[in-house]
């Protein structure tokens, strides 16, 4: 089986721009998670979806971003308009939770770097 | 979510084994424990878990004291490649990463 598959892999791009970046889950989880990491705040959390369904995007920095799962495998983190300071590689992250409360294995993708000039 | 405290930072031979703890005393009953790492510019890559029991896969041995106020993860036979950073992590239906332990393994 594939793993998680997260494109592009690195993206650079002016202020002001748009900034779509996708994610393919593990076939069969139903999970996604998505991750920002940067230097001066490690791995955050940005939002997580369950069952297509968004059910925590506290971690989500402002309006400028957006996530959306249009169908059970794939994903979308959308920022709009872009700024120097999101600048940070994005991990995408599956799991398949179905063993009741309590979290199920992450697999997190290789990651989008986004460099935002 | 249970927060977890970890060294910033340790040493290993090559050969010997690597023994890195973490504590995390708030952890509640039902969540489990997971231990990732990080190799430079990679995604987190899942190593072990366990929720009482000690575990071991073919990567690392995950040993959890009674209490389940601290864990330690035991890479047997470390290698170069075993250079990374290490996240020990809990939680209920989300998981938080602080800034986990860089293991350099030495020649």
């Known amino acids: 089986d594939a793993g998680v598959i997260q494109s592009p892999r690195h993206e650079v791009t002016e202020m002001g721009q748009e900034v779509t970046l996708r994610c393919k889950l593990i076939s069969g989880h139903n999970s996604l998670f998505w991750y920002r990491q940067t230097m001066m705040r490690g791995l955050e959390l940005l939002i997580y979806f369950n069952n297509n369904v968004p059910i925590d995007d506290s971690g989500m920095p402002e309006d400028r971003f957006s996530a959306k799962m249009p169908n059970a495998s794939f994903s979308t983190l959308k920022i709009q308009p872009s700024e120097p300071r999101d600048s940070a590689v994005y991990f995408c992250?599956?799991?398949?939770?179905?063993?009741?409360?309590?979290?199920?294995?992450?697999?997190f993708g290789p990651g989008t770097r986004l460099t935002v000039l | 979510d249970a927060k977890t405290t970890q060294p910033p930072s340790m040493d290993c031979a090559e050969g010997r084994a690597a023994n890195l703890p973490c504590n995390h005393s708030t952890i509640s009953g039902n969540e489990y424990v997971y231990w990732y790492r990080q190799i430079h510019s990679q995604g987190p890559q899942y190593i072990i878990h366990?929720?009482?029991n000690n575990e071991t896969n073919e990567m690392a041995s995950l040993i959890i004291t009674e209490d389940r106020k601290s864990s330690t993860l035991i890479l047997p036979h470390a290698t170069l490649r075993d250079t990374a950073v290490y996240y020990c992590t809990s939680g209920y239906s989300t998981l938080t990463f602080g800034k986990g332990t860089m293991l350099l393994v030495s020649p």
């Open positions: 992250a599956s799991s398949r939770t179905d063993r009741g409360p309590s979290t199920d294995t992450q697999y």
């Open positions: 366990g929720l009482k």
